[in-house]
Nanobody, 124 residues
């Protein structure tokens, strides 16, 4: 079992950048494919990014491709989400998640473990 704690959220102006971190404990991070999701009020949880166990493959939806970058440092048991060119529609609670699965990284149902979330607010 792994415990996940997100940090780095906050208030930023449109066009700005933020870097989120997800610190894992309890089990070696390299065991898991890691993902980031977000959820805005009244909306479903939305896939933002995923990264393979080694970090060699990354996955993004079109809505964030080219603006967000997911990375991981298995030695530090930490996953990052670098967000740039932020838009007001990126405002949401951002969640880190881990899965032992090997497919469907876009689906929240794939993920076994979740952090508590960190708020990101982008002002116009």
């Amino acid at each position: 079992q792994v415990q996940l704690v997100e940090s780095g959220g906050g208030l930023v102006q449109a066009g700005g950048s933020l870097r989120l971190s997800c610190a894992a404990s309890g089990r070696t991070l390299s065991t898991y494919v890691m993902g980031w999701f977000r959820q805005a009020p009244g909306k479903e949880r939305e896939f933002v990014a995923a990264i393979s166990r080694s970090g060699g493959s990354t996955y993004y939806p079109d809505s964030v491709k080219g603006r967000f970058t997911i990375s991981r440092d298995n030695a530090k048991n930490t996953v990052y989400l670098q967000m740039s060119s932020l838009k007001p529609e990126d405002t949401a609670v951002y969640y880190c998640a881990a899965t032992t699965g090997s497919a469907n990284y876009y689906s929240a149902l794939t993920y076994n473990y979740w952090g508590q979330g960190t708020q990101v607010t982008v002002s116009s």
